[in-house]
């Protein structure tokens, strides 16, 4: 599935607030690279899905002005709820990291369908740092360039491609 493209974003989310349609059209679009983010950041599904929720709900409460790339605009606020939501998350709980963070688990996936395919990735994707983890979905899943996840993230876009090499290393030696 090919993503919608910037300009179209852009639009989109500049006539969120009176437009009920380009509100539904950006959310059909982008809600599930949104999730990908969050959950990667947060592992966990509920807590993934309220992070996308209060993103969109900060879009519609904030009205963009002039936003030169949305779909960056639209990740970087997603990525900064659900950082928000674990560092809360983490200072609310006094329990063993382990117990904080699980990992997504169907139940009943033996028959080698797409959930254990799924979790299969899951596990995998827990091989890597947080760092790696989160520049993998955001470049992969979100589908943002080096540079662009460099300005989200505060690293150098040779940093950052140095990540995503490392963490792409990672997975195919484990895999």
Do not use: C, W
């Amino acid at each position: 599935m090919r993503p919608i493209d910037n300009n179209t974003v852009n639009r989109l989310l500049s006539d969120i607030v009176k437009n009920p349609d380009s509100f539904t059209r950006l959310f059909n679009e982008m809600n599930v690279p949104m999730y990908m983010v969050a959950f990667r950041i947060l592992r966990n599904r509920a807590d993934a899905e309220d992070a996308v929720q209060d993103a969109f709900l900060k879009l519609l409460k904030n009205e963009p002005t002039a936003v030169a790339n949305a779909r960056a605009y639209i990740f970087q606020i997603v990525r900064n709820t659900a950082i928000s939501r674990l560092r809360r998350r983490n200072f609310e709980t006094s329990t063993d990291p382990e117990e904080m963070i699980p990992l997504l688990r169907e139940e009943g996936t033996e028959d080698g369908g797409a959930d254990s395919v799924a979790e299969h990735f899951e596990e995998l994707m827990e091989k890597l740092d947080d760092e790696e983890r989160e520049i993998f979905t955001l470049h992969v899943d979100a589908e943002l360039g080096f540079r662009e996840i460099a300005k989200m993230t505060g690293l150098s876009a040779a940093s950052v491609f140095r990540r995503y090499r490392s963490a792409v290393r990672k997975l195919k030696d484990i895999f």
